[in-house]
Structures are given as structure tokens and as C-alpha cells.
């Protein structure tokens, strides 16, 4: 009756059939929790709520996959997200498989109050799961990870799911890391977003240039970067090429000169035959 009265729509009746039961009979199993539990969520009733909790604890009643999805979708109701996470990443443990839209809708409301390292953990939880995940998904954690600063782990996202994520989320995150990500692994970044059928613009390369040119001790970076151009078809362009020039001196003159000259070279060819 008290499930009849959740379902439609008769709160208050479902919380006082449930009250009337607590007074009444000292007897509870999984199902009668559940739906009381399911009846104060849906009044929003969070003292009687934990009070049913505490009595499931006391009674030794083990909660189950619907026990945490009840307590998850109404801890996200109330705006409680790190609430509703913690109470997603014990039902994880527990082994109980993730609800996908449910933690989708999780993610992005972690996201938005800037929890994102969590984020991240549902996603690996429905990453790591025995469904089939929908698509989307990478690019959703992709830009709460950009957000977050988290680039790392966004670099890890983009190498393992090439094409499944757009060209602009992909160049936002290229951007991003750029600028702010370990230096050790711009050459890595721009290898894994060319492999995903991504061509990085000019701008891009200009930043990771710029990178390697403000610490002189990664010069074995940039030569790397340079000779892997152009087996891509990349060149850099006059501005980039300027500036590698105006600081040959830190990454060895001759060394230098010798690369650009062979993109140099490379490029005129590739016009030319675009030309014919």
C-alpha cells in the first residue's frame, strides 16, 4: 500500500501509512525498509530516513541495489552530491553494478560544484563495469576533467577513446594542456590527439613550442617534437618558426637549423604537388 500510494503520487499518505507502521509492528524485512525508506525520501523526510537506516544497521538487514539507488537519487534531489557520492561508492564496493544514467547525472552535478577528482571515480566505476557505456560519456567527464584541471587523467580519457570524442572538446583539451599540463607529456598529448584522426592546428603547436623554449632543459623535447612533424605532414609555420630561430641558441644552432630546413623543404614539396 505504501509503495501504491509513492507511485501515485500520495506522499503524505505514504508517510503516515509508513509512521502508522513504525508504531504498530516491530518486524522489518528488506522490502518493508526499502519502501518506507522510498516514502520519507519522497516526503523529504531525512530524520525518518536515517532513523531507517539506523534500524536496517541495528537489525543486521544488508541493503541492496535498490536501497542505494532510492538513497542516491534523493540525496541529489536535496543537492546533497557528496553525499549521494559516497553513498555511490559504497554500493560500488558492495559489487552492485552502476546505473548509468544515474551516474551520469551524478558526474555532471560533481562537476558542477567542482568536485571533480569524484567525477572522475564514477566515471572509472561505469568504465570499468560489465555494461556497455554510452559514448557520450567521454566527452562529458572530458570537459568536467578540462574544468578541473585534472589533465592527466582528461590525456588518459582521449588517448583510450580516440574518435568517440569531437574535435572541439578534443582541441579545448589540447588547448588546456598546453598551457597547463605536465611538459613531459606534450609530446604524448599531441601524438595521441593526431592518432585520434584530429589535425592540430598551428596554434597548438605554437603553444607546446613556446613550452619548450621557456625551459631550456626539455630542448631534447622540442628536437623530438620537430623531427615528428613533418612523417605527420606538419610543418611550423613563419611566426612558430621565428621564435625557434630567435632561440636556437639554448637547443644548438646547427641542429636546429637543419630540422627546419627539412621541414622547410618538406612543405614547399607538399604545395607544390597540392599545386599541380
Not at 577513446?161 to 572541439?168: G, T, V
Amino acid at each position: 500500500m505504501i509503495s501504491a500510494f509513492c507511485r501515485g503520487g500520495l506522499v503524505d499518505d505514504a508517510k503516515k501509512l509508513a509512521k502508522d507502521f513504525e508504531r504498530t509492528y516491530d518486524k522489518y524485512d528488506l522490502v518493508m525498509l526499502n519502501t518506507m525508506i522510498c516514502a520519507y525520501c519522497r516526503a523529504g523526510e531525512m530524520d525518518s530516513v536515517m532513523e531507517m537506516l539506523r534500524k536496517m544497521d541495528e537489525l543486521k538487514i544488508t541493503p541492496d541495489d535498490n536501497t542505494f539507488r532510492i538513497l542516491i537519487k534523493y540525496f541529489c534531489k536535496e543537492k546533497l552530491y557528496m553525499l549521494a557520492y559516497k553513498t555511490m561508492e559504497d554500493m560500488h564496493n558492495k559489487g552492485y553494478p552502476p546505473d548509468e544514467e544515474l551516474c551520469s547525472s551524478l558526474m555532471f552535478h560533481l562537476g558542477k560544484i567542482r568536485a571533480y577528482s569524484e567525477a572522475y571515480s564514477i566515471y572509472n566505476m561505469l568504465r570499468y563495469s560489465n555494461r556497455t557505456m554510452c559514448k557520450a560519456l567521454h566527452e562529458k567527464i572530458l570537459h568536467i576533467l578540462v574544468a578541473g584541471r585534472l589533465l592527466k587523467d582528461a590525456y588518459v580519457v582521449v588517448k583510450d577513446n580516440p574518435r568517440l570524442i569531437s574535435k572541439a572538446a578534443t582541441m579545448k583539451f589540447a588547448t588546456a594542456f598546453m598551457k597547463f599540463g605536465n611538459i613531459n607529456l606534450i609530446n604524448a598529448v599531441l601524438k595521441a590527439i593526431d592518432g585520434s584522426g584530429c589535425k592540430i592546428d598551428q596554434g597548438i603547436f605554437q603553444m607546446a613550442i613556446s613550452r619548450y623554449i621557456s625551459d631550456p632543459d626539455k630542448k631534447d623535447l622540442l628536437i623530438q617534437l620537430l623531427q615528428w612533424m613533418p612523417g605527420q605532414g606538419y610543418t611550423v609555420d613563419s611566426s612558430t618558426r621565428n621564435l625557434i630561430l630567435k632561440n636556437s641558441h639554448l637547443f644548438g644552432r646547427q641542429h636546429i637549423a637543419e630540422m627546419l630546413s627539412k621541414q622547410h623543404m618538406i612543405s614547399k614539396a607538399s604545395k607544390s604537388t597540392r599545386d599541380k
